[in-house]
């Protein structure tokens, strides 16, 4: 199993900054996924990060709001920018191959003043 | 894209019991996923299944892909089996390695 983290743990921004949340696998994956869980709420899928091409975002995620990188086959970055309230939620992410079960990383919880 | 229903949402039982949460979902699936979320929020895979039944100590996962329909069960339910529990599905009827659409979860409490 894919053992993943995340840095930050946590952080508290101010609105109108960007934020860039790093995913660190310990192997190489095929697949890399940011989900995002507002309070209260289950997961949503925000985009598939493709190695060495642009993200596939799910409708209602922009590039521009969230940026994302996957520059090789074990590390991603997702980029809040020009946040808000709004934004504040805990951030995953997640890895995959074909046939193989899910791992998320512990999480980033953001909180936007 | 696929829609996922769970239920209950909230579940309070007396430890020992037998304890059960269903899923369903609205299009075909390579595979279902059955998750836990502790406080916290760390996530932890229990199950992936495409078919039929999988055990893993206490824990049993179910799906009837005809039925579009799976089932999570805790035998000798305990104290620390409180947590979240979450189905999960692939976002789109596709194979391979997908993004995964979630129900809501069902808060699960074990009192002693």
């Known amino acids: 199993s894919a053992v993943i983290s995340q840095k930050p743990s946590r952080d508290i921004c101010q609105r109108g900054t960007s934020l860039t949340i790093q995913c660190q696998v310990d192997?190489?994956?095929?697949?890399m996924f940011w989900y995002r869980q507002q309070p209260g709420q289950s997961l949503t899928l925000i985009a598939t990060?493709?190695?060495?091409?642009?993200?596939?975002?799910e409708s209602g995620f922009v590039i521009d709001k969230f940026p994302i990188s996957r520059p090789n086959l074990t590390f991603s970055t997702l980029t809040v920018s020009n946040m808000s309230p709004e934004d504040s939620s805990i951030y995953l992410c997640?890895?995959?191959?074909?046939?193989?079960?899910?791992?998320f990383g512990p999480g980033t919880r953001l909180t936007v003043l | 894209k696929n829609e996922v229903e769970q239920s209950p949402q909230n579940l309070t039982a007396q430890e020992g019991e037998f304890i059960t949460i269903n899923c369903s979902y609205s299009?075909?699936?390579?595979?279902l996923h059955w998750l836990q979320q502790h406080p916290g929020g760390g996530i932890v895979s229990l199950f992936m299944?495409?078919?039929g039944k999988k055990k893993h100590g206490r824990l049993i996962a179910t799906i009837n892909i005809q039925e579009k329909h799976s089932s999570l069960h805790i035998t000798a339910s305990h104290p620390r089996d409180s947590a979240v529990y979450i189905c999960?599905?692939?976002?789109?009827?596709?194979?391979?390695?997908?993004?995964?659409?979630f129900g809501k979860g069902t808060h699960l409490i074990i009192q002693p």
């Open positions: 997640s890895s995959s191959d074909p046939g193989e079960a899910q791992y």
């Open positions: 192997s190489q994956v095929t697949m």
């Open positions: 990060a493709n190695q060495g091409s642009e993200a596939t975002y």
């Open positions: 299009v075909g699936i390579s595979a």
């Open positions: 299944l495409s078919s």
């Open positions: 999960a599905v692939p976002v789109y009827s596709g194979g391979g390695a997908d993004g995964l659409t």
